[in-house]
């Protein structure tokens, strides 16, 4: 585990529960990805920003997911207050992993990572694949789990 270790709080609600009040696993995976950018913001960026020239919007940096895995060890349900933990496993020149875990209390309710690629989109939409900016990187390094 790395020193910093970025936790963000969030309550279950009814609307991503089912009839019977227990939440969708997809809500979970939401969850993880809320928390991602919820650090992103910490760091003074986004999952999405808008590079402009005079103004105008000519390309954006944004983080597409290429790999995510998860493993679910038990269930949470309406009005619980969950803690999602968020680290950075691997930072790569193109790309990040961060793995994550979330709990009711210690009761362990589901782990797993997620792996996005930094790109860029051009004016026309055109994506390609950029290395993260040196300062995102940098902010980054503090989450970063030793290898």
Do not use: M, W
């Given at each position: 585990m790395p020193a910093n270790v970025f936790h963000y709080k969030r309550r279950v609600e009814f609307c991503e529960t089912d009839a019977?009040?227990?939440?969708?696993?997809?809500?979970?995976?939401?969850?993880?990805?809320?928390?991602?950018?919820?650090?992103?913001?910490?760091?003074?960026?986004?999952?999405?920003?808008?590079?402009?020239?005079d103004g105008v919007p000519v390309r954006a940096i944004s983080w597409p997911r290429v790999k995510i895995t998860s493993e679910f060890h038990g269930s949470a349900k309406f009005?619980?207050?969950?803690?999602?933990?968020?680290?950075?496993?691997?930072?790569?020149?193109?790309?990040?992993?961060?793995?994550?875990?979330?709990?009711?209390?210690?009761?362990?309710?589901?782990?797993?990572?997620?792996?996005?690629?930094?790109?860029?989109i051009d004016a026309s939409g055109r994506i390609s694949s950029v290395e993260i900016p040196p300062r995102l990187k940098e902010s980054l390094r503090a989450y970063t789990a030793p290898s």
């Open positions: 019977a009040g227990i939440v969708h696993f997809s809500a979970l995976l939401q969850y993880a990805e809320q928390a991602e950018h919820a650090l992103l913001r910490k760091l003074g960026s986004s999952v999405l920003v808008s590079i402009q020239t009005e619980d207050e969950l803690d999602i933990a968020i680290y950075v496993s691997r930072l790569g020149n193109k790309s990040v992993t961060y793995a994550y875990r979330i709990t009711r209390s210690t009761e362990p309710i589901c782990s797993g990572s997620s792996t996005s690629v930094c790109c860029e």
